[in-house]
Each structure stands twice: as C-alpha cells, then as structure tokens.
C-alpha cells in the first residue's frame, strides 16, 4: 500500500486521494487555510497552507532508495514551500507541517502578517467575529505584532452587492472563493475581482446586481467578515446564540441547516454538511424563513374564538369528535408536519372510523429548480404518501363540504382556506378542529377548536425528503410548560459551538404556548377516552420503522444528524 | 503612486453608469467577427481570446465602458464578469475617456533615478495640465506609470499603448509633443545599450531607422 509521512507518522493510503490539505484535514491534522473549499476548484492564491514536502532520494545508477548512516531514507526536501492545498499526495512523499517544522511556522507567520497589512482589525464590530477563519487563524499561527507603519488602504465600505449581500473590501483578503462560487457553483458568474494589487476587491460589473437565489452562500464561505448578511448585519454576536443541527422546510429537499436562536427567537438560518443533501450549501429562501417562527404565533388554544387552556380545548374537541358518526369527518393531515404527528392523526381516525386523513400538496409549479429548491413548498409530502394518505383535491373536497356530507373537518397543521382547498362558505357549518403555527392562518378565524402547533424548531419528528430521505429535525428553541422529552432533545442537540450551558435556551422570553402534535393529537384522542399513549416521538419511529415497510429502517439512532435514504415505497428491501 | 502612498482610497467604481455608446453603435463588423472567430480558435478554451478582443474593441471605441465589455464577452462567449475583471486588472485597457495620445511617463525606480519625474512635471506644465488628466482640445492624457521594463533607456515614456520614446531630455518632449500635435507618430529611436557599443561593435538593430548610441544616464534634478 502507498504511504505517506506526516510529521513522522506514517499513513497508508490507496487509490485516488483528494490534495494534501484535504488529506491532512480528514486526519484531524490542522493546516491553516483560507482560499481552499473542498468543493471548488484551488487558486492556491492566499499562500497560509504551506508545508516542507520531500521526497526519498533515489541512487541515479541503481535506482535504489539512499539511506543515510543509521539506515534512515534519504529525503530531498523541495527547495521552496509548497501549497498544500494544490499538492498531489503520492507514495513516499514526507511533509513537514507546522507542527514539525520552524520554517513553516515562520512562513505560516509571515503570510498572516501579510494579510492582516490592510485589514482593518474591526472586530469588535464585525459580524463574524466570534467564527472568523482569519481570527482564528490569527490568533493561533499568527505574528504578536504587525511592523507596518503606514496607513492602511481604504476600500469600499457597506456596499450592497445585492438586495441580500453586502461587501466591506477593506475586510477582504481576495481568496476569490465568493467569485469562484459564482463562477463554478451557482454558475450565476455576477462577481469578479476588479482592479489589480492592493486596489481589488470583489464586486459586480456595472449594470448587474448579485441577485441570484444562492447569493447569501458566499456569507459562510468568505473566510473573514467581508460578506455579511443584509438581514442579520448587527443582530447578534455569534457566542450570543445557540445553535442546533436541523432541517429547512421551505421545500421538499430539507436542506441541512442550523438554527441559531437568542432569546428564544430565531435569528438566522445557515447551511449544514450533508453531502447526501445539499452538500454545503442553502438556498437563500431556506436562510430567511425564520420570522413564521418568532412573529404571528397564537397566544394560546381558543374555543369559539374565546382563549381557553389545553384541556378545554382537548375536551371539546373530543366532546365534537365524539358526536357524530365517524365517516361524516374528514381529517386532514399536513406535508408540514412530521411523519410522527400524521402517523397519531392516522390513528385517531382509525380509531374513530374515519377513512385515512388526506393531505393539502403545497406545489408551486416553476418556484424550483434542479439544485436545493423544488415545486413542492412543504417539506414532507413524501412522509405524508410513505404513510398512505392521499392528496386532498379541492375539485371534490369543497363540493363534499358543501354538499353537508362532512361535520367535523379536522385539520393537522395546514391552512385549507388559503391553500385553496375549500372556501370560507364551504366550512359553514362544519365544526373545524385546527392545529396552526400562525395566527395569520386563514382557516383560523372559523375553528371550532384551535390548538396552537410548534413549528419545525420547536419539535421533535421525522421528514421525509423529495428523494426519500428521512431526518429528523430537533427542536431548536423552548416552548411554553413543561415537556421532558424536549427538554432533553435540547440538551442534546444543541451544538453550541460557542455558548456556554445553561445560558440562553432557559430564559423566560418569548415561549410561545404551543403544544408539538405528538402532545396535542394524543391529548384530544386521550380526552375521548380512546387508548393512545403519549408516546414519544422516538418511540413512534421506532415502531413505525418495524411496522411499516415504506419507514424501514427509520429509527431515530439510525437517522442520526445526517438522514437516511429511504427505500422506494413498493420496493422490498 | 505617490499619491495613493499618502491617501491610500480606493473608490467605489460607478455601478450603473449610463451608456455611453447606442446599441446601434456596439457591433462589430462581420470582418471583425471573422478576426475573433480565428482567435478564438487559437486558444484551448474560448476565454484565451478575451484580451485580444478586447484590445481590437479599444482601438475600435477608443476605451471600454461597460458596455463595451458586455459587447466583448458576448462576442468571445465567456460571462461579462470575467471579461470585466480582466478589463478592470490592466491598467492598459482604458475603462475611461482619454486623450488621443496617452502619454505614459514611467517614474519607476531606474527612470525616477534618471529623471522620470523631472519629465513628468516638464510635461504637466508644458500641456498646463496634473498627471491623470486630459487636455482641453482632447489630445493628450498625462499618466505615470510602473516599469515598463526599458530601463537602460531612462528616463522613458510609451505613447498610448504602443511607441517607447526614450532617453528623454525637455527637447525631445519638445520635439513628440510638436510630432504628435502634427498627427504624426514619432519614429521609433532605438537607443543601443554601453555593452553593445563596446562589446559588439553597435548591435545594431536591422529593422529601426534611428538610432542612438548610448550615453551615460542623465541624473534627476531632484537627486541632484
Ligand atoms: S469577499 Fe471574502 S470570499 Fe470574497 S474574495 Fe474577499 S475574502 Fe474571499
Ligand atoms: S489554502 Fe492553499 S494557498 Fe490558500
Ligand atoms: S524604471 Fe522606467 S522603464 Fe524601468
């Protein structure tokens, strides 16, 4: 087998290898960097990675590997550093890092020296300050000091590069990976690097805005703070924050991403690496879908439109479900809400004798496109299909309300008036039992009973993916009252980076009084006196993972941060 | 560049400016466009011809705006990003308006040491105008520019992209500006080097008409 040696330890390594500096990074081996990003193609333009790389010295006449006097291999080291993010790694190539070698902590040095010569060092009001590459970096292989005694060159400051970007040059150290994300990712090609030396910077030619649905991806990828967020700039340091591994759910694809949350509010959205998802990337739609979460939420649950407490709300729900014979309800399940809360609506009308709920699709033909957006707006109609629900056609379903062949139309987080699926005229009548994130909610204002739902970042549950991939979300903020299963998910999960225990997450503001369907379905179903445990979602995964052959395999320590490929409903595994 | 030493800004470039030539005016000729068709050939990938073209388009519009871009990143098939970051990365491609005659002074260091700036101010009082700026009749652009690597012949300066004029003294700055207010291009002077007077009997070139033996180096006034 091939071999390599870093800093004296030996790795072996076959077939196709990615450069030194990925190879090094896989093998927890750091080697500071900024202009490599392993999805893109290596300028080796910011010179920080370099390393001492030889090779063994071979006799000219016999070919043969010289050894020294103690039998050691003879190793001729290449006369200049090399950028380990542009090497090839082959058999016996030995490398020196930073870790072995004076000159390259020295060179490591010298180049942070370099690039820190016209940056600005405002940190203290810099957003990425906190998560800077180059502070980072700085800190660690940096110089004490810098010895330039001039003023530092002054660029455009605040520049909106678009409606969702915005440029300081003077923070810039030109890596280019904004442009070559332009150029060779989104293939958008809206920016370039104008002018030359120390005058460039990155912008757009005139006449173009960077307007692109994959714009705010050049925020994370830029090394130091010179692109930021037009919505976040200035709403909160990264220790400030909390962060937790989840899903987006403005589409099927359920692009991988973290929540960042302050207070109990959601504050931003940014991409997380899942190479059988959306590799490093997020749509700019999925970044700014956090308002729903934090902004027009219902108080609380209503009957009749008066406020009331859960058990009330549960009471007469069950008292409506409980009167009238079971095929004159209609159950709706939702492609917004988890497998585990539709498959416990699946159950309760089982139990009722309710045929199986439907669902609203939510499919807007041409918002989508072949990379992290697609036509369908909700994130878990394949989860609703896997569970055998149907999809509600609002040719029949209005007609059928009309017509006064349904009672009770209970609804499991969606909105069957603004989606189109029937009329306000159609509901009237018909008692309306509602599960809802928001009060903006268009069915709301004629429910019966409307018992307020957590949202994405407030639960616990499985999604299933337009390519069948099934993850679990995690809830991402508290909610009002006590519930042990997701106080102990948020213990878990959040993936502080930066925060330290028991700040944040706890504090009493802005709790919305909201129940995850897992709690409320079995609540109503409880209040009938059916059988129907409050299980935790887990538990429900676990089951339907054996009972199910379209969830096979889907058990929540299966899932894990990074999902799990479904097999095709039909096929057998 | 002494300029920007002292107040280092770099300015924020306009980002919508108005047009400055019609649609009608922003074609190439289908001569033109048989040109960019072989040089495009020429390279591996397409984007190689970008500088040449651009180049034909500056001697055709007399300096790039941005839509001159736009017209020759269309014409190569490359993005109008691309074509605008090489555009902008040469100092030689005028993304301005200039005089008839751009007058590149080098005030590097061999031709600042010989005079370079000396010539410079001469210039700047002869045509009553500051490095950077143009004539009122809109024939000449006084710029200072780096090294452009004929320092044996210090001080020295290229007249729009194109003539070295060197060796010069206030006569010969004299004598170009009269050649060049007359419509007329200055005769290339080569100016052999000490080695190849000594050395090599002249070395002189056979396709210049002019030339001049070399002499020592003047020294700049201010050094001096
Ligand atoms: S703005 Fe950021 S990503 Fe773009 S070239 Fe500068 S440092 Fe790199
Ligand atoms: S990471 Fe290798 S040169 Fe920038
Ligand atoms: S310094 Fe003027 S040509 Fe080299």
């Known amino acids: 087998m091939a071999k390599i040696t870093i800093d004296k330890t030996i790795f072996e390594f076959e077939g196709d290898q990615p450069s030194l500096l990925q190879f090094c990074l896989d093998r927890e081996i750091e080697l500071p960097h900024f202009c490599y990003h392993p999805a893109m193609s290596a300028p080796a333009n910011c010179r920080q990675c370099l390393v001492e790389i030889g090779n063994p010295e071979r006799d000219r006449e016999t070919g043969q590997i010289m050894v020294d006097e103690e039998g050691n291999e003879v190793i001729r080291f290449f006369p200049k550093l090399m950028t380990s993010c542009s090497e090839n790694i082959s058999d016996g190539l030995v490398v020196r890092t930073q870790r072995s070698s004076d000159l390259v902590r020295r060179a490591q040095k010298d180049n942070l020296e370099f690039l820190l010569i016209n940056h600005p060092l405002d940190c203290p009001i810099c957003d990425q300050a906190g998560h800077c590459p180059l502070q980072n970096q700085a800190y660690k292989y940096g110089p004490e000091g810098s010895r330039f005694e001039f003023r530092k060159v002054s660029k455009p400051k605040h520049i909106r590069l678009g409606p969702r970007v915005v440029l300081d040059a003077e923070r810039c150290i030109n890596c280019t990976r904004c442009t070559r994300f332009t150029s060779e990712i989104s293939k958008s090609h809206q920016l370039t690097i104008v002018e030359r030396s120390v005058k460039n910077y990155p912008m757009t030619p005139p006449g173009i805005e960077f307007d692109e649905p994959y714009s705010m991806n050049v925020i994370d990828i830029c090394p130091v703070g010179a692109l930021t967020s037009e919505d976040f700039r200035f709403k909160a340091r990264v220790w400030e924050m909390s962060s937790t591994p989840s899903i987006t759910t403005t589409n099927a694809k359920g692009s991988n991403c973290y929540y960042w949350v302050k207070d109990n509010r959601v504050l931003k959205i940014t991409p997380r690496t899942n190479m059988n998802v959306n590799e490093f990337w997020l749509a700019d739609d999925d970044r700014l879908d956090y308002e729903r979460f934090n902004d027009d939420r219902p108080p609380g649950p209503t009957v009749d439109g008066e406020a009331s407490s859960w058990e009330d709300g549960y009471a007469r729900a069950a008292h409506i479900l409980g009167n009238v014979d079971g095929n004159r309800i209609a159950f709706l399940g939702s492609a917004h809400a988890s497998v585990e809360d539709n498959y416990l609506l699946a159950r309760l009308a089982e139990k009722l004798g309710t045929a199986a709920p439907m669902y609203i699709e939510h499919v807007e033909v041409g918002s989508g496109d072949d990379w992290l957006r697609t036509d369908d707006r909700a994130p878990n109609a394949s989860g609703c299909a896997r569970l055998g629900f149907t999809v509600a056609d609002a040719d029949l379903f209005g007609p059928r309300l009309k017509g006064g062949e349904i009672d009770v139309l209970y609804v499991l987080e969606d909105d069957p008036v603004s989606t189109g699926l029937c009329t306000s005229d159609d509901l009237h009548g018909v008692s309306v039992i509602l599960h809802h994130y928001n009060e903006s909610n268009q069915t709301l204002p004629l429910a019966t009973v409307s018992l307020p739902a957590a949202t994405v970042v407030e639960t616990v549950g499985t999604f299933v993916n337009i390519d069948g991939h099934a993850q679990r979300v995690r809830p991402a903020k508290a909610i009002r009252g006590v519930n042990r299963t997701l106080a102990m998910e948020i213990g878990r999960s959040r993936a502080d980076q930066h925060g330290t225990p028991f700040d944040r997450w706890y504090n009493e503001e802005n709790l919305i009084n909201c129940q995850p369907g897992w709690v409320s379905v079995p609540g109503v179903a409880n209040a009938l006196g059916l059988d129907m445990p409050t299980t935790n979602p887990k538990a429900i995964m676990a089951e339907l993972a054996s009972t199910n052959s379209a969830f096979e395999g889907a058990t929540y320590s299966a899932m894990g941060e990074y999902g799990i490929r479904l097999s095709e409903i039909g096929e057998t595994v | ?224």
């Not at chain 2, 790039?64 to 100092?91: K, S």
């Not at chain 2, 490095?131 to 690597?149: I, P, S």
């Open chain 2, 1 to 224: 560049m002494t300029n920007f030493i002292k107040d280092p800004v770099v300015m924020m470039a306009e980002r919508n400016p108005d047009p400055v030539f019609s649609n009608d005016e922003l074609v190439f000729s289908d001569q033109e466009k048989r040109l960019i068709e072989r040089w495009k050939s020429q390279y591996p990938t397409v984007d190689g011809a970008i500088m040449r073209v651009l180049w034909l388009a500056q001697e055709k519009f007399g300096f790039l705006p941005p839509e001159v871009i736009r017209l020759t990143a269309d014409e190569v098939g490359i993005p109008y990003a691309n074509a605008y970051g090489v555009a902008t990365f040469y100092t030689q491609y005028y993304k301005k308006k200039r005089g008839k005659h751009v007058l590149d002074v080098c005030t590097c260091f061999s031709c600042q040491v010989c005079g370079g700036y000396d010539i410079l101010h001469y210039l700047e009082s002869k045509l009553g105008i500051h490095v950077g700026e143009t004539t009122d009749d809109g024939l000449f652009t006084l710029q200072e520019v780096e090294c452009l690597g004929a320092c044996g012949s210090a001080p020295m300066l290229q007249v729009t992209n194109g003539r070295y004029v060197m060796d010069l003294t206030h006569e010969r700055v004299d004598a170009l500006i009269d050649t060049l207010r007359k419509g007329k291009t200055p005769e290339f002077t080569s100016v052999t080097l000490p080695q190849d007077e000594d050395e090599l009997g002249g070395n002189r070139r056979s396709d210049v008409k002019e030339f001049q033996a070399s002499s020592p180096r003047p020294v700049s006034e201010t050094v001096r």
